[in-house]
């Protein structure tokens, strides 16, 4: 079975400070991952996905995350947050193979960004 | 383009009560599912479809039913509607490749 497990359920942090936010997920089969952003009263819009090739990702808004294999995580982070990155972030593995309709999610960060 | 489409917005019944989530994709994927969103739960899947005519199980289907007839529609269905159930129920899409899912605006429903 696979899980997701985000490490912290909310980061309070100051505008123009670095900001990285944990995930880690357990699977017995090789994973996709994402990481998805929801903002207040709406759905939620991918920041930035993992598939293959390099371990470094580049998302939308600033956003990076790095996929560690041997530590199965694959942490968010921003050099520098915005007061509109205030959101609830989740971290999300979909699978393939016999089980290619599911996505499996963390319960989320929320994300504060105080001036 | 319209994406992922859900209505009703809000909905209020009574305990008992049935009604049907109703979900539309115009982006012809394979891939459609429905989760609930509950406070510090994530996301958590109710049920899901790989096709047209082809659905199973997720990790919460109890008190739902789906059906999936033609490749764009995928109607939740609350056969007896309880305080649980309480949520809010998020429809998404996702073509058979390594893609991203697709998620709709979300439907907030509450059950008295």
């Known amino acids: 079975a696979q899980s997701v497990t985000q490490l912290d359920s909310q980061v309070p942090v100051f505008e123009e400070a670095p900001v990285e936010l944990r995930c880690n997920y357990s699977s017995s089969v090789s994973v996709y991952l994402f990481w998805y952003v929801q903002y207040p009263n709406q759905g939620l819009q991918l920041l930035l996905k993992?598939?293959?090739?390099?371990?470094l990702v580049k998302g939308i808004n600033g956003f990076e995350a790095e996929f560690n294999k041997s530590q199965t995580s694959f942490h968010l982070r921003k050099p520098s947050v915005h007061i509109s990155d205030t959101a609830e972030y989740f971290c999300?593995?979909?699978?393939?193979?016999?089980?290619?309709?599911?996505?499996?999610f963390g319960d989320g960060t929320t994300l504060t960004v105080k001036p | 383009n319209a994406g992922v489409t859900q209505t009703p917005k809000f909905q209020v019944l009574k305990t008992g009560q049935s009604m049907t989530l109703q979900c539309a994709q115009d982006m012809n994927h394979e891939y459609m599912s429905w989760y609930r969103q509950d406070p510090g739960m994530g996301l958590r899947l109710i049920h899901y479809?790989?096709?047209?005519?082809?659905?199973d199980q997720g990790e919460v289907p109890n008190g739902y039913n789906v059906s999936r007839s033609t490749t764009e529609d995928f109607p939740l269905r609350l056969l007896s509607a309880a305080p649980s159930q309480t949520s809010v129920y998020f429809c998404?899409?996702?073509?058979?490749?390594?893609?991203?899912?697709?998620f709709g605006e979300g439907s907030r429903l509450t059950v008295l």
């Open positions: 993992y598939l293959s090739g390099s371990t």
């Open positions: 999300a593995v979909s699978h393939f193979g016999a089980n290619a309709g599911k996505s499996t």
């Open positions: 479809s790989v096709g047209a005519g082809i659905t």
């Open positions: 998404a899409s996702r073509d058979r490749g390594a893609g991203e899912l697709f």
